[in-house]
């Protein structure tokens, strides 16, 4: 069965260095989206992305954030300046033509 | 924006008895609602949706409910089994690209 990929599935970073989360979609699917799970408190939106470009995107994605689909396969999300605040789970989705998204494993981002 | 209020957010059940959560939401433009089963160091998994113009899905032993005038919906899981312990949310959407989840429910099914 087709899944969504993320990596790495743990990183550790400083506070005010720049990291690239990465996921890799299912291959149809056309929408993909970020979202943070901070520990202990809902999952949030951060954005979705179709055709190339953001369709939507929540307050939590300042001009800290920024996504990308640099390949045919690949979705990252940057974030440039990390703050302690960052540290969280984040996870990739995609979705197809209907509403069902399919969410991956998560990375868990420590920011120190 | 939207608002996604779920209850409660522990729930312990003896296994083969049955497990309800509730959400409510407050945006009325709201079409879409899933949820979704995390087990632990995994993604949110979908079990169950529904759309707006339905009232009740029903999939081998579960179950969701709607009630649109009152802003609530509903997950049913009957003849509870030790594997349907994990966190269970729920979410709502217009648009089916941002979802607003809920807080979460730690079902835990005593064998």
């Known amino acids: ?112 | 924006g939207e608002n996604v209020e779920q209850h409660p957010s522990t729930l312990s059940v003896q296994e083969g008895d049955s497990a309800v959560i509730k959400c409510t939401y407050s945006d009325s433009a709201s079409n879409y609602f899933p949820w979704y089963k995390q087990e632990l160091g995994k993604g949110p998994q979908l079990i169950i949706d529904i759309r707006s113009n339905v009232g009740e899905k029903k999939d081998q032993r579960i179950a969701v409910t709607l009630n649109k005038t009152a802003k609530h919906f509903s997950l049913h899981i009957t003849e509870t089994q030790p594997e349907d312990s994990a966190v269970y949310f729920c979410a709502a959407s217009k648009t089916g690209n941002q979802f607003y989840f809920g807080t979460g429910t730690s079902l835990t099914v005593i064998p």
Not at chain 1, 8 to 28: A, D, K, W
Not at chain 1, 30 to 44: A, D, N, P, S, T
Not at chain 1, 74 to 86: G, Q, V
């Open chain 1, 1 to 112: 069965e087709p899944e969504v990929t993320q990596t790495p599935s743990h990183q550790v970073t400083q506070m005010g260095q720049e990291v690239i989360l990465r996921c890799v979609p299912i291959s149809n699917h056309l929408y993909f989206y970020w979202y943070r799970q901070i520990l202990g408190q809902k999952v949030e939106f951060l954005v979705s992305f179709y055709n190339n470009e953001i369709s939507e995107k929540s307050e939590i994605f300042d001009d800290q954030f920024s996504v990308e689909r640099p390949d045919g396969s690949n979705f990252t999300l940057k974030i440039r300046s990390t703050k302690l605040e960052d540290s969280a789970m984040y996870f990739c989705a995609s979705r197809g033509d209907t509403y069902e998204q399919f969410f991956g494993p998560g990375t868990r981002l420590t920011v120190l």
